[in-house]
């Protein structure tokens, strides 16, 4: 057979599907009528050419005709109020009656709206029009509450599998997970028992193709009824609004392409149903139905299966995350630990390899090397010296990236499969922009077995060659289970892993930054020793300074470090759950609007309900439920929104992920810093609650350390706070101004207002009206270690901090106004753009 007549399956994909209109197939499957109209006199544009087979209608006979030529008068009014709703398929579906010569027809309304035209699809209804809300409610919020009680993810997609079944009576419902490479596997499934198990079975990428993936996403249920269906045409071809084929994406009945149609045959399948599983906005997997006859299944339980696949969605994030929780707050650990090390070393290379645990505990690995300055230093087992060397020049020149992570290097770097026994798998920091300093870490091999439905390298047929020189290819043919043996891969770095690794990278380069500048003061501290070898006792006095500063950012950066992650961890934690909740409110809220509003419907066609419902309704009071339930739900929601900004506020105020200078509102960072403070400001036994006037001007963004900066916005407040609380403290010096404050001190203030300087610089002015600041305190203000206050209150590096923080980190200037009995005025000054390195 000659190269134009084998192709590979990634070929086929990229010749047939790549170029498939699959949204646009101009034809429907049969077991539904599809109508196009046009509002507001619901003009008929085009219809599904089997009319004739439903209504005793020809499709010529109802183009450009009115809706009322099906519906009589009383359903076409209450169709029109139907379009009035601003979320109009939560109205579907809708029950129609139509009525032909011989009989009458009840169906199941679907309508939406797209390129400027309504569609309205017709599928005849199923369930009988008095089957119990409540039973079949229930019968969902077990199978809901199931979902949720599962902990795991392989607990959550084996109760999926089971409650989907259980719901919709099809022959096996599979739960198909996508790997980072595009291909699935079979992670849990539900099946009549003589049936042969898919359980751990993957499928190439190329059996789900780039179109039928971003559709899964548009649409997140699709039923083929019969496989075998012969398609009906939609009449005309083309939409006459828009004068071009008709967009089907959230079409129902949209009829399924035909290389997927004989790839289900190829099966063996009769009727098939997906339902999309969607986790950060992306295809995560699909719930996949098969049946092995045609199979048709109500929109009502359609619409219970994709609620159960949204709940698997939402469930998704928290299932995964449980699985590694231990395992990530271990890296965590190990993270501070080495941040620790290295701190106290001259050179943080002996921080990494020297203690325990060392780099390798970080990520799991068999062996780790550092290469700083072309200092190479490795630990555990590791290619040689010069293989190592040879990948760091290959990782430099070719791929540029400050991480980079593989479990298949040989693939990318051919030369690796000398060294595949130590390091098959590889993960590298680079913690220099322009030199090649990396820490790399190593993973052996391991050989593993991977089960195929079929070979995923069997070459495509091609059936015919089209028209524009494209090839018509066959879906693969055989699903028999094929062994693959998959050689040069290592265990699979975790994403935990990969972070974590990203979280050191970050915290070296601030330790070497750290390093750097302090090296540089410590030159500057000794040339000015030798320019001044006579003056001894200002040499000491400068030691001294250097010294305290030194001290002083050792402490800072160690608050910041300790104080941003506990801040960050925290607002991580509480993040998840309360995600989950707020996201289960709004669909808790729509659905209570949509019970609601369905029981009332209930009461409107049957106002004569029987005794036992009369019996119930007094005993769980109806009426109060029906109007307490949503004033319930907006308190949840009004709490839940409380929890979160606390959590964006802690976000905001900590930063731990920003460690270079950025872009930032100087706003927020203000408004998250006093809202962790919200509780000092309450009144107390010995004050009243402290008002805080806000006067903010309208200020562009700042290059800045955002997190560095609140710290020194939360000093300036916390002083504030404590000088309008703990006047019994102050000296006797101070009594005359505290007396004359007494009246002023009934209703305590911070006041903050921001402005512009200059075109180039903002300030910041935080102001009490406590008691001031004498003229000789404020000369020490911001001495490291000095302080007013007893010890078991304050260090005295508070001030010095922020000083150093905005003088030397960000060229600015802190300076303090005040005087006894007027309060005290901090002021800070910063540049817009950064003027340091």
């Known amino acids: ?117 309504l569609i309205l699809e017709l599928e005849p209804a199923s369930l009988p029009e008095n089957i119990s809300f409540f039973s079949f409610y229930h019968h969902v919020r077990a199978a809901t509450s199931k979902l949720q009680e599962t902990s795991n993810l392989q607990e959550l997609s084996a109760a999926i599998a089971v409650e989907v079944r259980k719901m919709t009576g099809f022959d096996r419902v599979m739960v198909y997970k996508f790997n980072a490479e595009g291909h699935g596997c079979v992670i849990a499934e539900d099946k009549r028992q003589n049936l042969p198990s898919f359980l751990n079975l993957h499928y190439p990428a190329t059996d789900v193709p780039k179109q039928a993936r971003k559709l899964y996403c548009l649409n997140l249920l699709r039923l083929i009824a019969d496989v075998n269906y012969q398609p009906v045409e939609i009449i005309p071809t083309y939409n006459p609004v828009m004068n071009n084929a008709l967009d089907l994406s959230f079409s129902v009945l949209r009829s399924a392409s035909p290389m997927h149609i004989e790839y289900l045959q190829n099966m063996g399948v009769g009727a098939s149903m997906s339902i999309s599983l969607i986790k950060d906005r992306k295809l995560w997997g699909l719930v996949a139905c098969h049946h092995y006859s045609p199979k048709f299944v109500s929109y009502e339980v359609r619409t219970a299966c994709q609620f159960l696949g949204q709940v698997m969605s939402v469930e998704l994030s928290a299932k995964e995350n449980n699985e590694d929780s231990d395992y990530k707050l271990q890296l965590k650990s190990i993270t501070s630990k080495f941040i620790e090390y290295m701190s106290k070393e001259e050179n943080f290379v002996e921080g990494l390899l020297k203690y325990y645990p060392n780099l390798l505990n970080l990520v799991n690995a068999s062996g780790a090397a550092v290469c700083i300055d072309n200092n190479l230093k490795v630990i555990g087992k590791t290619p040689q010296e010069e293989e190592i060397r040879q990948l760091i020049n290959w990782i430099d020149r070719r791929l540029k990236l400050e991480i980079f992570h593989s479990d298949n290097l040989a693939k990318l770097y051919p030369e690796a499969e000398k060294f595949k026994d130590v390091a098959s798998g590889a993960i590298a920091i680079s913690i220099s922009p322009t030199r090649s300093n990396y820490v790399l870490w190593f993973r052996p091999e391991v050989i593993q077995t991977v089960n195929w439905a079929g070979n995923p390298h069997e070459p495509a047929q091609i059936q015919e060659k089209m028209a524009d020189g494209s090839l018509r290819l066959s879906p693969r043919k055989s699903f028999e289970m094929w062994k693959e043996i998959v050689k040069l891969k290592s265990l699979p770095w975790k994403k935990c892993e990969i972070d974590a690794a990203d979280e050191l990278r970050n915290a070296i380069i601030s330790i070497i930054l750290r390093q750097a500048d302090e090296l540089a003061k410590l030159n500057m501290a000794l040339l000015k020793s030798e320019a001044r070898e006579r003056e001894k006792a200002s040499q000491l006095e400068v030691a001294l300074q250097e010294l305290q500063h030194t001290q002083t950012q050792l402490v800072q950066s160690e608050k910041m470090s300790s104080l941003g992650q506990m801040v960050a961890g925290v607002a991580h934690e509480i993040n998840n759950p309360i995600n989950f909740i707020y996201g289960n409110l709004i669909h808790a809220n729509e659905y209570t609007k949509d019970f609601l509003q369905l029981l009332n419907l209930y009461r409107q066609d049957f106002p004569s309900p029987g005794e036992r419902i009369n019996q119930m309704a007094e005993e769980i009071d109806l009426e109060f439920l029906m109007d307490d339930l949503p004033k319930l739900l907006r308190s949840m929601k009004v709490g839940a929104d409380r929890i979160r900004e606390i959590v964006q506020a802690l976000r905001i105020f900590s930063r731990i992920d920003e460690s270079e200078m950025k872009p930032v509102d100087i706003h927020e960072g203000i408004e998250s810093t006093l809202l962790i403070l919200s509780n000092r400001l309450k009144a107390s036994s010995t004050r009243p609650g402290i008002q805080v006037i806000k006067e903010y001007g309208n200020l562009p963004k700042i290059e800045c350390y955002a997190g560095q900066l609140n710290q020194v916005f939360m000093n300036i407040l916390a002083n504030a706070i404590d000088a309008l609380e703990d006047l019994k403290s102050r000296g006797a010096g101070e009594k005359y101004a505290i007396q004359n404050l007494k009246l002023k001190i009934q209703d305590p203030e911070i006041r903050i207002r921001t402005y512009l300087v200059s075109s180039d610089r903002i ?53 303090c106004v005040s005087a006894p009995g007027q309060g005290a005025e901090f002021i800070v000054e910063l540049p817009i753009r950064a003027k340091l390195s």
């Not at 599907?17 to 008929?44: A, D, Y």
């Open 763 to 815: 300030a910041i002015g935080i102001a009490d009206n406590g008691p001031g600041i004498s003229n000789e305190v404020q000369q020490r203000l911001f001495d490291p270690f000095f302080t007013t206050k007893s010890a078991s209150k304050g260090t005295g590096i508070g001030l010095a901090i922020g000083y150093s923080v905005v003088v030397d980190k960000h060229g600015g200037n802190l300076t």
């Open 1 to 117: 057979m000659s190269r134009r007549e084998i192709i590979t399956a990634e070929e086929a994909v990229l010749t047939n599907c790549e170029r498939e209109p699959i949204h646009t197939p101009g034809s429907i499957q049969p077991h539904g009528v599809l109508l196009v109209l046009r509002e507001p006199h619901l003009t008929i544009l085009q219809v599904s050419n089997n009319t004739l087979e439903f209504f005793g209608l020809c499709p010529e006979k109802l183009i450009r005709k009115n809706l009322n030529e099906l519906l009589d008068n009383s359903q076409i009014e209450q169709f029109k109020q139907y379009l009035t709703i601003q979320d109009l398929p939560s109205v579907n579906p809708i029950k129609l009656t139509i009525k032909t010569a011989s009989t009458r027809h009840v169906f199941d309304g679907i309508i939406h709206r797209i390129d400027g035209v």
